[in-house]
């Protein structure tokens, strides 16, 4: 399939480059890409980060392998994993870890993806379509209680019952969900109120594709794995698109930024902190007027302390 005609815009491409570069660390920095994507961050932080600097990029999509391929740059390397994998790299061995959270739009835009109700096409929604079921494949054999779970708690969805009832009584009765059409009509007829321009199937298509890719369970994992990864003075940066993204990055990095007492050991010293918040960054009015899907974009920069964890 050619993306070509899928054109991606890199949400706050300077913003997070820059904030990468300020690392403390200098020597030979190695920097982590969680997410290459279309190579928006990448490319950029290729032509500005040392000479002697090394940059290791991660994605699961086979489109952004292929895309990643046509960067010859000897200091560049990609794997064909989920960022969760940063974890096998040495320890304190990096100077900036990027996690840009979004559907790139080439998936969005592509019918064949399954992640959008604006196009019709297989409800697939997988960042690897090389592994794994499709959340057409999971909706065909899900229990009602599982599938209002998932809308429920991934897409904030307080419609979740009637949906997952619906998409239940429709695969008893011999027409199970298969395409994006028939999620988005399923919903619309069981949604009777929603909020004034949005879609009423945009909680569910969020909820679907980030319980289908273990979104937040793997977020979690490259969080807890950039601390072992980063060195003293290394950055932290991640760009979230909504709340429960967002929520997770800013509880750990709120956790790991303040020293913990023992209760149990009272006059010992504190566990010291792991990292210091430095800045919340949103997208300016000018790049949400060019670019509507960064508006709902944060940008959160934390920076590893000199403390071993």
Request: charged share 25%; glycine share 6%; net charge negative.
């Amino acid at each position: 399939m050619d993306t070509n005609n899928y054109l991606h815009t890199t949400v706050l491409l300077n913003e997070a480059v820059d904030a990468l570069l300020e690392t403390g660390v200098e020597r030979g920095p190695v920097f982590v890409d969680g997410t290459f994507g279309r190579g928006g961050h990448s490319r950029l932080l290729l032509s500005r980060m040392p000479a002697e600097g090394r940059l290791i990029a991660f994605d699961k999509d086979v489109e952004a392998i292929a895309e990643a391929g046509k960067i010859a740059d000897p200091r560049f390397s990609i794997r064909h994993e989920g960022f969760s994998h940063m974890a096998q790299l040495p320890a304190a061995s990096v100077a900036g870890v990027l996690l840009d959270l979004g559907v790139s739009s080439p998936q969005i835009d592509s019918p064949e993806r399954g992640f959008s109700f604006r196009f019709v096409g297989p409800l697939d929604m997988r960042m690897d379509t090389t592994r794994g079921q499709s959340v057409a494949e999971w909706l065909q054999e899900a229990e009602t209680q599982q599938i209002a779970e998932v809308i429920r708690d991934f897409g904030e969805e307080r419609f979740a019952g009637p949906i997952a009832k619906a998409i239940v009584a429709r695969r008893e009765a011999g027409s199970p969900v298969a395409t994006t059409a028939d999620l988005a009509e399923l919903v619309a007829g069981t949604v009777k109120t929603r909020e004034a321009g949005q879609n009423p199937a945009t909680r569910t298509f969020q909820a679907l594709r980030i319980f289908i890719n273990a979104e937040l369970e793997e977020l979690e994992q490259a969080l807890e794995a950039s601390l072992r990864v980063l060195a003293p003075g290394g950055r932290l940066v991640v760009i979230s698109f909504h709340s429960l993204e967002d929520r997770i990055v800013k509880q750990f990095i709120a956790k790991h930024s303040k020293e913990v007492y023992d209760r149990r050991a009272p006059f010992a010293a504190p566990k010291p902190m792991l990292l210091k918040a430095l800045e919340r960054t949103k997208p300016s009015e000018a790049e949400v007027s060019a670019n509507p899907r960064s508006r709902s974009a944060v940008m959160r920069v934390a920076e590893r302390t000199e403390v071993a964890a």
